[in-house]
């Protein structure tokens, strides 16, 4: 009977171990694989978070539940996997997306979220947008509440969701940004956890990565 338990025990972590060998795979190409130019600038909305607030009741009441797309993007700069981030008046800094339109699918509205800004124009045919696994969600459960990256049972109405997705890049593109934006490789490592610069939504995306393994390719 010692023989069996022993063996049961050998292949559960067996299980275990070749369980953990199956990770999903992630290929990056080197930043100077990529060029990067600049475009017309996109006017931001100047406001305050009375009128931010103010803005989100009033297109609840029009649409219902806002819901946001933003792109997880890797390059591999010194050997290291890096995240492409916007950074907004020197300050903010914010993942590639946005909010979709009524009636828009996810991926639909993320794709010309992404042409947007980061491409010529935003019905740039020539640029496909490689849009992958949903890596996580988060809500707002009223107006004037953060993004939690859960929904409680007792929350009926959220108002706001935002996902985030795995977009790959291929081995080469143009990034066309527009002005007054800057788009910055920031080291994963330096994200993690880096809540006061980043977000908790930023902060976190090493954390929805670790299922992932990451292969960096010297084209």
Not at 56 to 74: F, H, Q
Not at 167 to 186: D, G, H, M, T, W
Request: charged share 25%; aromatic share 8%.
């Amino acid at each position: 009977m010692g023989d069996d338990t022993g063996a049961a025990a050998a292949a559960t972590v067996n299980d275990h171990s070749s369980s953990g060998d199956h990770r999903k795979e992630v290929d990056i190409y080197p930043l100077s694989c990529y060029y990067f130019g600049s475009k017309e600038t996109i006017v931001f909305k100047d406001e305050t978070l009375s009128d931010r607030i103010k803005r989100m009741k009033s297109n609840y009441a029009a649409y219902g539940l806002r819901t946001s797309v933003e792109a997880v993007i890797l390059v591999e700069l010194f050997k290291h996997p890096h995240l492409l981030l916007l950074q907004v008046r020197n300050s903010i800094f914010k993942l590639p997306g946005g909010r979709l339109r009524p009636g828009e699918s996810d991926i639909d509205g993320l794709r010309r979220k992404l042409s947007r800004k980061l491409s010529a124009s935003e019905d740039d045919s020539e640029t496909e947008w490689e849009v992958g696994e949903c890596l996580g969600m988060w809500w707002r459960h009223d107006f004037e509440t953060l993004l939690y990256p859960y929904l409680p049972p007792n929350v009926k109405k959220p108002k706001e969701c935002t996902k985030l997705f795995l977009v790959r890049l291929p081995e080469s593109r143009k990034f066309i940004v527009p002005k007054k934006l800057k788009l910055l490789a920031v080291p994963l490592c330096q994200v993690h956890e880096n809540h006061k610069t980043y977000g908790p939504i930023i902060s976190g995306v090493p954390q929805l990565l670790s299922k992932f393994s990451i292969n960096i390719i010297d084209p």
